[in-house]
């Protein structure tokens, strides 16, 4: 794996996950209590023996700067690793100049300056806001045995999901003869569905409307990228460049995925992504002891539990939780939650810094509800972001209801969302469900 360079796309603006992302990239959202997004590709990466890594992105790159820079680091004496954070920056180039990225490919060509001092065979290029474990290297070797110039990673998925993704359509050795993005024309979806021959070819048993499509994970050769991204000005990878691959006759090949994958670029995606790791056994599963997924070791105090009752529930470190009721929730780093509360469906991502004594009363001085979840509050389906103040007797609730914000909430796909360092006056009601 000496020889393959691994490119994380960051992504956009970010608008399907705001406000989540109205102070951080999407790679830099806070998953599972105490990680972050981008943790997942990376773990990927350093797992499948890839330690050769650039992540892409070009808005608010400041707290993935930061999280990248405090968690991973590599022995210069013995490993050559780097993961490193490329910003779009302005560029120029004749009498034009250029800035933000406009798509995936456009993102990857703007950099190929940076790769291209570096002498790798194979370019990994993944997408920074997906949660699925993966072996990079038995893609990789696949692509190589098959002599492929590109290949794609594809999960089997069912109708209701295809409009969302692209689309493919292979032969009987995997080759792809027809990519399509986003489908949305009855007839051609139809056209792209698996038939029984690809089934009994993997001896898997026969199933009707299913599909293959794209996961975002590509492996590119050196030079079959260089030129797709110099010989036209495509801007992204599903919509162009893949399609014309093909028809210019490159051998792009599909490996087929069997493991669990879930796109977390939307408010409820991620909602529902969170809340399944509390079940009794999800399919992505945190306490892999072999493939472990890496992030920032803070070293915080265990968890002080004063009295209280929980369900279904992930809890991480350097919490304080008094005498309340939590059920189907993850609460994140360094949360208070005070006596008489009850939680049910929601994700508590925690605070930057230890809410201590002192830094509590400065808040009781100046009349503020204290950091984190104060005493007798009731919240449900909802997500408090980091820092939050979240005063007593307050009452959160989301619901089917259409979008809507105010100066420190959003109601998004259902879900009430608490704006990170937002305070909330104690007897606050917002009920929507």
């Not at 330690?51 to 022995?75: A, E, G, K, P, R």
């Not at 406009?102 to 290029?125: C, P, S, V, W, Y």
């Not at 991620?270 to 892999?288: Q, Y």
Request: aromatic letters at 10%.
């Amino acid at each position: 794996m000496d020889n393959v360079l691994a490119m994380i796309l960051g992504g956009g603006r970010g608008t399907r996950l705001h406000p989540l992302t109205k102070e951080r990239s999407k790679p830099a959202v806070p998953l599972a209590g105490k990680y972050r997004l981008i943790d997942i590709p990376i773990s990927n990466c350093l797992n499948s023996g890839i330690d050769q890594i650039f992540v892409l992105t070009q808005f608010l790159s400041q707290s993935l700067n930061q999280h990248i820079s405090t968690t991973y680091h590599f022995d210069p004496y013995r490993r050559q690793g780097f993961i490193s954070v490329l910003a779009a920056e302005q560029q120029t180039e004749g009498n034009a100049t250029y800035d933000w990225y406009q798509g995936t490919a456009d993102a990857i060509r703007k950099n190929m300056r940076h790769a291209e001092r570096l002498k790798f065979h194979e370019f990994l290029i993944l997408s920074g806001d997906h949660l699925y474990r993966m072996d990079y290297e038995q893609m990789i070797e696949e692509h190589r045995e098959r002599g492929a110039d590109i290949t794609v990673s594809a999960l089997v998925v069912s109708r209701k999901n295809v409009s969302e993704l692209g689309v493919m359509d292979i032969d009987d050795h995997g080759h792809i003869e027809r990519f399509v993005e986003k489908p949305d024309e009855p007839k051609i979806i139809d056209s792209l569905e698996i038939g029984p021959r690809f089934f009994k070819l993997r001896d898997e048993p026969v199933q009707k409307g299913l599909f293959l499509a794209n996961m975002g994970v590509y492996v590119f050769n050196r030079k079959t990228l260089h030129d797709l991204l110099n010989k036209k000005d495509d801007q992204d990878f599903g919509k162009e460049i893949l399609p014309h691959a093909i028809e210019s006759g490159l051998k792009v090949y599909a490996h087929k995925f069997n493991g669990y994958w879930e796109d977390i670029g939307t408010i409820r995606a991620f909602f529902d992504a969170n809340l399944a790791l509390t079940d009794p056994i999800p399919k992505f599963d945190f306490f892999d002891e072999v493939d472990r997924i890496y992030t920032h070791a803070r070293f915080l105090p265990p968890i002080k539990i004063n009295g209280a009752s929980f369900g279904r529930t992930l809890v991480a470190d350097g919490c304080i939780i008094d005498h309340c009721d939590i059920f189907h929730s993850v609460i994140g780093i360094r949360s208070c939650i005070g006596v008489g509360s009850r939680l049910e469906h929601v994700i508590v991502m925690g605070n930057d810094y230890q809410p201590t004594e002192e830094k509590q009363k400065s808040f009781r001085d100046k009349n503020l509800p204290y950091v984190g979840i104060g005493k007798n509050c009731y919240i449900r389906q909802a997500i408090i972001d980091k820092d939050a103040h979240v005063g007593d007797g307050c009452k959160l609730v989301g619901g089917d209801q259409p979008d809507q914000s105010g100066e420190n909430w959003t109601l998004r796909d259902g879900i009430l969302c608490i704006h990170k360092g937002a305070i909330i006056p104690h007897g606050t009601e917002l009920i929507f469900g």
